[in-house]
């Protein structure tokens, strides 16, 4: 039940198995004996969080095989110890999903997700017919696809570098105007960190993930600071504090809507909420 072999090792599958074990390490020393009933040792606890024995034992596996699964080794979880794998470890449901996704039981229509389709013409136009109010579609990797003016007016220097389309996370991350214009900036900058993360979960080896989060870590201490803390979250709606020249710290409503047949991609819709109220 605990082990299967797997044979294929290609580097997207290395690079996988090692994303794995450093999920379930982080998840592990984020939870005390206490929370989960467990006696403290005599001696002094040098992990912090849970031991691996410890956590092997709550998910009913052996001490052992965890051990190599955290380590990485070319072995391949059911999912009936991923489920318990889970439980043991509290994960909500975006945590479990990227836990199955990195022990390489995605669903088939994302296993076999391959380089994306390019935006069609009749979506690209869609933020530029929600005009006057800020919207804009981003694939997986935070690129921005299309983009009304009152968005590029909301999010000041969100503009494309040398080849490269115009990227919400490395404006978020490295054009210093964004720390002024999300008032929240920390928790904002962390989110979406967490949903990268969930996203580049997704597409183990893809270059597209690997070149931006290299880049982000390279430019941002706070993300070298936070990616080994392997936060994960899905994109959702929610809310947003801007601000805004003439206008002050003015309160967003935002929400996002998944492309049916590409839910990586993500149109996101931003409304003032003294306009909502009325």
């Given amino acids: 039940m605990q082990q299967q072999p797997d044979r294929s090792d290609r580097p997207d599958q290395r690079d996988r198995r090692r994303e794995l074990g450093a999920f379930l390490r982080s998840r592990r020393e984020r ?10 040792a005599g001696r002094r606890r040098r992990t912090p969080g849970l031991r691996r024995e410890e956590l092997a034992l709550l998910a009913g596996i052996s001490a052992t095989w965890y051990t190599y699964l955290e380590q990485g080794r070319d072995i391949r979880a059911s999912d009936q110890v991923l489920d318990a794998l889970a439980s043991a470890l509290r994960l909500d449901r975006h945590e479990r999903g990227h836990l199955f996704r ?19 013409a009749e979506v690209a136009a869609v933020p530029l017919l929600l005009q006057p109010h800020p919207a804009y579609i981003i694939g997986g990797d935070y690129d921005v696809l299309s983009c009304n003016r009152a968005a590029a007016e909301l999010f000041p220097k969100l503009t494309a570098v040398a080849d490269r389309p115009a990227n919400f996370a490395r404006w978020v991350f490295l054009e210093p105007a964004a720390r002024d214009v999300l008032v929240d900036w920390e928790p904002d900058a962390r989110g979406l960190l967490a949903r990268l993360r969930t996203l580049a979960g997704r597409h183990p080896g893809d270059l597209r993930y690997t070149r931006l989060i290299d880049e ?6 706070e993300v070298r600071s936070w990616w080994p803390q392997y936060d994960v979250q899905a994109r959702r ?12 710290v003015v309160d967003f409503a935002y929400t996002a809507f998944h492309l049916a047949e590409q839910p990586d991609r993500t149109l996101v819709i931003y409304r003032d909420d003294r306009e909502t109220a009325e």
């Fill in 237 to 248: 709606g929610g809310r947003k504090r801007l601000r805004i020249p003439g206008r002050g």
């Fill in 216 to 221: 982000l870590k390279a430019g941002s201490p």
């Fill in 31 to 40: 939870i005390t004996p206490d929370e989960v009933g467990l006696p403290h």
């Fill in 102 to 120: 990195l022990a390489g039981h995605a669903p088939a229509s994302e296993a076999e997700a391959g380089e994306p389709e390019p935006l069609a």
